[in-house]
């Protein structure tokens, strides 16, 4: 099968190019001229000339490679033997990437893949490379399911295979080899409970009941009951017959909305998709899930993509938590997912949380989703009381300068521990992070590679070690400040161990716990307690938390980041919610300027206006979520190449690029870090509203155009990236 000119021609091993999938790109219409141009086309047969199945002999097939360039379906040959099992939505196995060069076959690998469809022939008019083995005939890849994949590749610029890979976990046996049980009649609908609390809460969950689908961005009150209320809509969602997805940020979370649903509508109605069940435990849930077993669905950020039949509603909780994001190509966020699937499923959306991200204030603002709030009086019953020390404060304080802590704090500290336990939020984890000079403030640097120095830990029950870097780990005997001349340390951040500790020593006849990356405690008892945690980490407390500290709170602020006052707002709120209510005495210390927007929305409890006054001043500089960037990283003349390249939508403006940090060798790399020791740069891509699918198409097409030429190295494309600086 070689070219009249002797050149290898794609032997049919490799698979037959199918049609484009949806979205396709520039070379779709090369090749359609192509097709039209050829020969009438034959009955399908292998090239091993294998019986075929009589009826349907072709299998459109995804083959799991995930090269941008290679986002097409290929057409494989059924044999006979195959035809029952190899059925749409199944996993096979087929040879991909082989040539025949003078009859003779060469290279070739056994490539896992999906079916998509069955067809009666094929666009390819030679014969066709047959399926070698069907892994499972069990249709994991639903019509339903692949369309959602495909939509969320054509959102992110990415490979559909990569998509897919998120979507459907890897296959384990036992869970196939088990029957699926029959699925339990729909429960009544619930009563309203909390959500009475809110002005429009019992009319959404009754919209639910009646199989309507109402869109809405709810801000909770503080407090325990938010759990209970996510899991009576989704039983509202259950009444009318339809299914329901609760997608929450980590497994903490999910397992206590799914205590939540267990004890409103008892268990068999839903599953719980966390990693800590394990992958084999994971995939028979799934599979559940997958063939009608259970209609609802309560998970992390994996369970976006749950095959939930007949969705009635999709709800996501904390959208701002980073860990809805995905870190896996082409990195799709949760929220996204789920507005996908209300949209395209016709399903209900509830976006849920203590706070307001801007992308939920947009949501109201545009009109897709009312907002659903509790009155004034509701919100503050239910707040603690917020008091604030600001720097003016600090500078008056003679305990604030000799110690960490104000005085008003202290006496906070003190007054909550005599009813209950009391909460200190520190915004890093570690011993002392970063150090500074006490006269001046200047960052304390290694002398031999300008690295930052940290402090070691105190060994054998010592006061403290010595110094190191953080980078290149040199031990520091003798630094002094290059600016000041100044000999003497200050922690810039006093991190969750080193708080534990001085708290320790101030308040000797009290324990003291730590919660935090190494160790996350998930309750605390309702007797007197100091427990010091890192944002995100705080343990929920029986009967509620007498009073809380937000310590540091400029160090959340002054991140470079344009989500740096949301981020910080959000937090101080998750933590402030678990403090009692003001008319029970909870009461909340933050240590930051009380003039900062941030600060003021935490004193009023209003996340959602201050949501609302972030939108609308990123409206006026062109700022996601208003306007649609993508950021494309790599070597600079990658990037360069791609930006000049790429048909971008007209009026796409540029933005850099700009070098990004080196990381340094032996470091820990973050998703989207370059390699140790590369020099990258990053560009901006900005487009106004409605040219977002646009500019994921061009990206998309520019990178396939770049990895057929064979030009440079690859360049990471982002489209939407959180992390803004």
Do not use: N
Not at 24 to 44: C, D, F, H, N, S
Not at 374 to 386: E, F, G, K, N
Not at 393 to 405: G, I, K, V, Y
Not at 683 to 691: D, F, I, Q, T, W
Request: a neutral charge.
């Amino acid at each position: 099968m070689s070219s009249e000119k002797g050149r290898p021609e794609r032997d049919p091993a490799h698979g037959a190019p199918a049609a484009e999938p949806h979205g396709g790109e520039q070379l779709a219409l090369i090749r359609e001229t192509v097709r039209k141009t050829k020969a009438p086309r034959a009955k399908p047969r292998t090239w091993r000339g294998a019986a075929l199945a009589e009826e349907r002999p072709v299998a459109r097939v995804l083959v799991d490679k995930g090269l941008i360039h290679l986002d097409q379906y290929f057409d494989y040959a059924v044999p006979a033997a195959m035809d029952a099992e190899a059925q749409p939505g199944a996993r096979v196995r087929v040879r991909f990437g082989a040539r025949v060069v003078k009859g003779r076959r060469e290279g070739g690998e056994l490539h896992d893949g999906f079916i998509v469809e069955r067809l009666g022939e094929s666009d390819y008019r030679g014969p066709l490379a047959p399926i070698a083995q069907v892994l499972s005939p069990e249709p994991v890849l639903s019509p339903g399911l692949l369309a959602l994949c495909r939509a969320v590749a054509d959102r992110y610029a990415g490979a559909l295979a990569d998509v897919v890979q998120l979507a459907v976990p890897p296959r384990r046996v036992r869970p196939e080899a088990e029957s699926a049980a029959e699925p339990l009649p729909p429960p009544p609908a619930p009563a309203p409970g909390t959500w009475s609390r809110y002005a429009s809460g019992p009319g959404y969950l009754q919209a639910l009941a009646r199989g309507d689908s109402p869109r809405a961005v709810w801000t909770a009150l503080p407090g325990p009951h938010w759990a209970d209320e996510l899991a009576r809509a989704a039983a509202a969602a259950l009444a009318s017959g339809r299914g329901a997805l609760v997608v929450v940020p980590d497994g903490r979370t999910a397992g206590r909305v799914d205590a939540a649903f267990t004890a409103l509508i008892g268990a068999g109605r839903h599953v719980l998709l966390t990693a800590d069940s394990g992958p084999e435990e994971r995939y028979r849930r799934w599979l559940a899930v997958s063939r009608g077993s259970v209609r609802a669905v309560v998970g992390t950020r994996a369970a976006m993509f749950a095959p939930v039949r007949d969705l009635g509603l999709a709800a996501i909780w904390d959208d701002g938590d980073s860990s809805h994001s995905e870190q896996h190509a082409p990195q799709p966020h949760a929220r996204e997912v789920l507005l996908l699937r209300a949209a395209h499923e016709k399903a209900a959306f509830l976006l849920g949380g203590v706070g307001c991200t801007v992308e939920g204030a947009q949501l109201v603002e545009t009109g897709w989703a009312l907002p659903l709030a509790a009155p004034r009086d509701q919100v503050r019953a239910a707040a603690p009381l917020i008091r604030t020390v600001g720097d003016a404060d600090l500078a008056r304080d003679e305990a604030a300068r000799a110690a960490r802590l104000p005085t008003l704090a202290w006496q906070v500290v003190r007054e909550g521990l005599r009813t209950g336990p009391v909460l200190i939020q520190v915004p890093r984890r570690g011993y002392v992070p970063r150090l500074s000079c006490e006269r001046c403030r200047t960052p304390a640097r290694c002398g031999q590679c300008a690295g930052p120095l940290e402090a070691e830990e105190a060994q054998d029950g010592q006061d403290g070690g010595g110094l190191r870097c953080g980078w290149c780990g040199r031990a520091e005997t003798a630094w002094h400040c290059a600016e000041c001349g100044g000999a003497r340390l200050r922690a810039q951040i006093v991190g969750a161990r080193r708080t534990a500790e001085e708290l320790g020593r101030a308040f000797p006849a009290v324990a003291v716990r730590t919660s935090g990356r190494d160790h996350v405690l998930d309750t605390v008892p309702d007797r007197p307690a100091l427990v010091v945690s890192t944002p995100g980490a705080e343990p929920v407390a029986e009967g509620g938390y007498a009073a809380a500290l937000l310590l540091d709170g400029w160090a959340m602020l002054g991140r470079p980041d344009l989500r740096a006052g949301e981020e910080a707002l959000r937090r101080w709120l998750g933590a402030a919610s678990l403090v009692r209510g003001q008319e029970d005495g909870g009461t909340v210390v933050v240590v930051a300027e009380p003039t900062l927007r941030p600060v003021q929305a935490l004193v009023r409890w209003d996340p959602a206006g201050h949501a609302m006054r972030e939108l609308a001043e990123r409206a006026q500089l062109g700022f996601p979520p208003v306007s649609r960037i993508a950021a494309v990283a790599g070597r600079p003349e990658d990037v360069q190449d791609l930006v000049t390249s790429a048909e971008l939508p007209e009026g796409t403006e540029v933005l850099g690029p700009v070098p990004l940090p080196v990381t340094e060798p032996g470091r820990p790399r973050r998703p989207g870090d370059p390699p140790p020791g590369e020099s990258w740069e990053r560009a901006l891509l900005r487009v106004r509203p409605g040219s977002g699918a646009a500019l994921a198409a061009a990206l998309k097409a520019g990178q396939a155009s770049r990895a057929v030429r064979r030009e440079g190295e690859p360049v990471r494309v982002r489209i939407d990236p959180p992390d803004l600086g």
